[in-house]
């Protein structure tokens, strides 16, 4: 003769241990943890004197498609991003080595938010090299 027993099996699952294992492992962590605080880096951030930066009578901007343009002019369409960047090179230096432009040594430099840090640098550079200075363009 079998016997039913009324006493089923309990699916439930006690969770607050659980809760306690992950709050210690939260106090572990944060305690144990190192924080990069600001101090860390050592800059001298620039001041402005004016609402507006001084602007030149040259522009470069640089597509986030990959065109690449001097004084509204398209550089090396088609052509590779090194070749492109070599001629942007060449005209400015030709822009700040020419004497005509000694009194206006700025370039505005417009750059789309999704350009690599490196197509911003070879302008830098390039204006840097030959003593001009760079106006970035943004907007309000």
Do not use: C
Not at 19 to 47: E, G, H, N, R
Not at 71 to 86: F, H
């Amino acid at each position: 003769m079998a016997f039913k027993s009324k006493l089923k099996p309990s699916i439930e699952f006690s969770t607050s241990s659980m809760a306690d294992i992950v709050f210690l492992l939260l106090i572990f962590f944060l305690l144990t943890s190192q924080f990069v605080t600001d101090d860390a880096v050592q800059m001298d951030l620039p001041k402005s004197e004016s609402d507006q930066p001084a602007k030149g009578n040259a522009s470069v901007t640089i597509t986030k498609e990959g065109t690449y343009k001097w004084k509204s002019e398209e550089l090396g369409a088609g052509e590779p991003r090194e070749v492109k960047e070599a001629m942007l090179v060449a005209e400015i230096e030709g822009y700040l080595t020419d004497s005509l432009n000694a009194d206006n040594r700025v370039i505005n430099f417009r750059g789309d938010t999704a350009i690599t840090y490196g197509a911003a640098a070879v302008v830098i550079a390039a204006v840097a090299k030959h003593g001009g200075s760079v106006a970035f363009q943004t907007r309000e």
